[in-house]
């Protein structure tokens, strides 16, 4: 009875470890093999100088890293090895006698799911037959037992503090390029303006000084102070651009880009070593605030996630049944870029749905909790925080509170036509982009190219009053309805003052409008094609907050129109019921939202998630209906144009050895096609 | 060539259908063994009862369900089997041919996935290879590809459609209790008053009837007036409880109940025939708006989803790919359960995620976007219905913007300690209570049974005005803060009225909110202890509504002790900071809202899905984070105290064979242990 327990154990362990492995039946072969292909067909790409020079970890490097077992043995052999160690199992020789040791995958090498799980089983065997000797031992299990929820806490109590620390940093850098708070230079524009007894308008603050104020430049109307504005802007946008991008390329060249297609990737159980480490983490954070302030058209919310994901591997490390165990560790980094979309948007529930949806491959309800508590522990510390000095998370909250009518769902659809085509357009281009780069000789000099697109986003932004701003404040402001209070140009309108209760009342568009209007269309097709340049550089850049800005500038403008038809044409019959004369019946600021839902989804092929997310950042509860219209349209029409969206895109662009848990094969597929996609 | 390609498709199908297993592995050896076992089980069990009354559905019924094929012989044979009808595969024999024709299984047996989706890609195959021969050939296949998403959108419909009919004639029902209204005895109280010119406070609408102004009684404080109303309060909730209870045995009776369970277990692969069919569908449609009318302690949202899942059943019979193939149905299934949640709530997402996270078993991708459709479709169909005759969807709207404090972070946490501890203890007496009732004569009476609770429920619930309204509306009215127009107990503040702009100020209780607080402890014990008994008698009855009122009247019960310790104690350090006099820093209605999250989420254990159904029915998407930390702390205790939710408890009690993909087995679990559990 004694010889036959090992082997019912291990039967039952790998009847249990099957249930574990929801997606890995296909891991286990084919991706093996496309690793090995993938792998290999990567050295010759030029993506691979970025690896070669990597300075961090103690992996193999390029070199070593185009070998990989070959495919079909893998498996019986392995099984073997495994009963033999379960067999020859031995308390006292935990570390020693794992198959290939701590370090046990060489870098660009696909893990071995199975055999990971079946390690930890086998931690876990040893660590809860000991338990009953010895207080301490018992300890360790009760340690053991909670290890994983407390990795997760320090994980999102750390991704929160990081992303405190970021968006004040990013507001700060942001508001030196148009001046500086004299008596504490390391403040913010707002935290300057805080100690001033001076009222909350804008402009008059006296303790800000613009950088012309501070050359002497007192006419702020005048030429020179224009100028002068215009160049500070300029300087310090290249300025800043170019430290970010030699940082990036002395220290850290992992940090560039999103992370999200190699996170995808890595959570798929590839091994890129450094690409989590603390220099990624560390450059990435600082470089990413100099990308912000450059003014490049880029988002830190992408690399939010990433830099989760660096902060999950280190803390794993504290923990080795999960810093020792790739497998299980990848449950901490779904976690943890859960967190990540958290604390980026303050969004605690679409980040779980993106991890579920988007990043994660292997996602078991466990993993849900898991995330789920991470997202909340991170979004209660950034709260905490507290860096934007509002009470609330909700990044663009949406006041007001109009009702949509069923005819708005033609627009609304339109919308996510838009979006689905144009974010179709944006991937293929910017592949296409991706792909003459690595071709050409533009490949091998990456500062001056970030060096120019600074320049020439500077030089185009700043005489545009909505390139100019904040990306987040441009999207901030075209999802606000127009009260009577505002007198932006957007806010325009010809209204009739005498009833003041009426604020929102339908009216005419002034002069206001029509040239906010123009600005915007620039505004929008600069923005897209600079986008397209964008993304890709080598510094930290993400997709997010561009995407939304593309489509909330279309939603606006598609919103005035549809509020100005309804205003000059109140007697047809789709207005006629709906609207009255006194009431505003449509407002610019949904469709601004439902637009930039649908640019989102179609650049990243987001459905739930991304309505959730989408939900979350602006508290506009009753409009879910046309936003899930829109991303549902954008995502079909984009599937349609091009099957895959830009994380992927990008994935098969630098040959990642990466199988989508997404795609069906058909029937003629052959095991070649699904190992080489392409 | 010509000879091998068949196996080399094979072989690939085989490997791409393996990518389609998430959890089957598992469902293969151990569930069909699992199947039979609890099949066999059940026989002895007083549940089998019920199953072999069913009138319904074509299948063999009770005997013929304890047979199951021997367990360890199905795998090998299977393959076996498959191969050899790939080769023999012949194009005109397309139903002829498959192994078991098309009411294949048995009742009470479980379902070979493996082999329905094999047979899907066969039919599949056989489509794509003819679709280039005709027009009419690509026609069919162009309508092969998009029948899944057809399907959903007509169940969808359905689902709205449906949920819109029953809101209706629920509310019709409710207040037929009441009164009627004369001129249109089929108008609820709020149709009949709409036509009145009267101002809209609740007591004055002369066009509506009570009972006793019926009768003749027109002092509405008089005594007689009391009797007589209390006398048709009871006499209707008797009344309608014992029809339904009469046309839940005659006619389905397999509409009684929430369903949650059972639908948990068949998306499991288990095949109970007629459990999702038109008899049990209409019959729960019109049962479950007389129990609500009885004013039992139920809720009508799980039979909701029960309902969405009858209607996914039927039309899937309209598609042959999904209705004639179990495996294919049950993406179907999983959709349309998102589609019930999501017109019970008005929650889309939050049905999306409920699907996901609580009853679906397999959930790839593509099931998570047509759930997403669908949901999408139900809300918009319900929404255009407007059953409420209000703009928006949202249940349970608060129209209040107040922040929280972290120091309320200690009573939120409290309250989910509480709903972790009362749901466990109410998952126990509940099971408790089933089981006495299985083993004891009570369970030979389900009428007389129904008959006596609803007398019970009708006696007491009268005289406690909290308990008398409809559950919904105590939520509601719990949910809301007070402002200074509100006249109710609850809202009875020793306000000084001098400063009208400052409704919302901190304020001393008087004696209603002493009366109020009396009267919904009270309610909460009684709702309590009578929803033990209520959940599991022969009617269909749902838990979310009654668990929602019991930890929404803990919550503001709290609420106002901390409220009123705020303003007594303003010098304490904790509020010091916080609190000023002039305004009030303590919302009840929050402590309400995220009570009934931590009691529902400690009797269903849902985490994610129950946060999201949260901020979709309340629209306070700045509570999320008290809301998490409620529902996370209410499952940890929960899990501390009672290992399983209450389906989970239903589907062990009735001796389903469900393989909770949950459980982890621990390394002493052999075989025998996963197969039988308890």
């Given at each position: 009875m004694e010889e036959h327990e090992p082997l019912l154990d291990v039967m039952s362990e790998l009847a249990t470890s099957a249930s574990a492995f929801q997606r890995l039946s296909t891991t286990n072969g084919p991706a093996a093999a496309a690793a090995a292909a993938a792998a290999t067909r990567q050295m010759s790409d030029d993506e691979i100088i970025d690896v070669s020079l990597a300075?961090?970890?103690?992996?193999?490097?390029?070199?070593?890293?185009?070998q990989a077992e070959p495919p079909g043995s893998d498996n019986e052999s392995d099984f073997g090895a495994h009963s033999k160690s379960y067999g020859t199992y031995n308390a006292s020789s935990e570390d020693t006698d794992l198959p290939l040791g701590v370090g046990q995958y060489e870098d660009f090498h696909t893990i071995d799911w199975l055999r990971d799980i079946a390690r930890d089983r086998l931690r876990h065997r040893h660590i809860v037959k000991k338990k009953k000797e010895s207080c301490w031992d018992s300890l360790k299990g009760w340690h053991d037992a909670w290890s994983g929820w407390m990795c997760v806490l320090i994980v999102g109590c750390a991704a929160g503090l990081t992303a405190g620390v970021i968006d004040i940093g990013a507001n700060w850098m942001f508001d030196i390029k148009n001046g500086i708070c004299p008596s504490q230079f390391y403040f913010s524009r707002e935290q300057c303006c805080w100690d001033s007894n001076s009222t909350f308008v804008q402009q008059d603050c006296p303790e800000w000084q613009t950088w012309p104020n501070v050359f002497g430049?007192?006419?702020?109307?005048?030429v020179w102070y224009y100028l002068l504005q215009y160049f500070m802007y300029v300087f310090w946008s290249v300025f800043v651009g170019l430290l970010a991008v030699t940082l990036v390329r002395q220290f850290?060249?992992?940090?560039?880009?999103?992370g999200i297609p190699e996170i995808k990737t890595i959570l798929s159980g590839f091994i890129i070593r450094g690409y989590l480490g603390k220099w990624t983490y560390v450059i990435k954070s600082v470089t990413m605030m100099m990308a912000v302030s450059a003014g490049l058209s880029l988002g830190k919310e992408g690399p939010m996630v990433h830099m989760a994901c660096c902060i999950g591997n280190i803390i794993s490390y504290l923990f080795p049944k999960y810093g020792k165990n790739e497998a299980k560790k990848r449950e901490i980094l779904s976690a943890a870029s859960a967190a990540g979309v958290a604390v980026a948007f303050g969004a605690p529930i679409g980040g779980v749905l993106f991890s579920l949806e988007e990043v994660s491959y292997y996602f078991p309800l466990k993993t849900l909790w898991r995330s789920f508590f991470c997202a909340l522990v991170a979004t209660f510390v950034l709260r905490s925080i507290n860096p934007f000095g509002t009470?609330?998370?909700?990044?663009?909250?949406?006041d007001y509170n109009s009702p949509w009518f069923f005819f708005e769902l033609i627009p609304f659809i339109i919308l996510g036509v838009f979006g689905g085509l144009v974010g179709a357009f944006f991937i293929k281009a910017n592949i296409h982009w991706c792909k003459y780069r690595k071709a050409s000789k533009l490949g091998l000099y990456p500062t001056a190219e970030v060096l120019a697109i600074t320049l020439i986003t500077a030089v185009i932004s700043f005489p545009n009053v909505y390139t100019r701003i904040n990306t987040s404040e441009l999207i901030a402001e075209l999802f606000q309805q127009c009260g009577p209070e505002d007198s932006t140009d957007l806010c325009d309108y010809n209204r009739n003052f005498t009833n003041v209760n009426h604020g929102s009342e339908s009216a005419e568009s002034g002069h206001g409008v029509t040239r906010a209007l123009w600005q915007l269309s620039l505004a929008l097709v600069f923005k897209l094609l600079i986008t397209i340049f964008t993304f890709g550089i080598k510094v930290p850049a993400g997709l997010f907050i561009p995407s939304m800005a593309i489509g909330a500038i279309a939603g606006r403008m598609l919103g005035v129109a549809m509020e100005q038809l309804a205003f000059h044409n109140p007697e047809w019959f789709i207005f006629k019921d709906m609207c009255n004369r006194n009431e505003a019946c449509i407002t610019p600021g949904i469709y601004a939202m439902v637009g930039a839902a649908a640019m989102l989804g179609g650049v990243t092929r987001m459905t739930v998630s991304l309505v959730v997310i989408m939900f979350e950042l602006t508290g506009g509860i009753q409009y879910i209906v046309p936003i899930m219209a829109a991303v549902m349209t954008s995502k079909w029409v984009g599937d349609a144009v091009l099957k895959e969206g830009i994380y992927d895109a990008h994935i098969y662009l630098n040959g990642y050895p990466f199988l989508d848990s997404k795609l069906e094969f058909t029937h003629t597929t052959i095991a070649a096609d699904v190992m080489r996609p392409r």
């Open positions: 300075s961090v970890g103690g992996g193999s490097g390029g070199s070593g890293g185009a430049a007192t006419d702020a109307h005048g850290a060249p992992y940090a560039c880009g999103s009470s609330h998370l909700v990044m663009f909250y949406i």
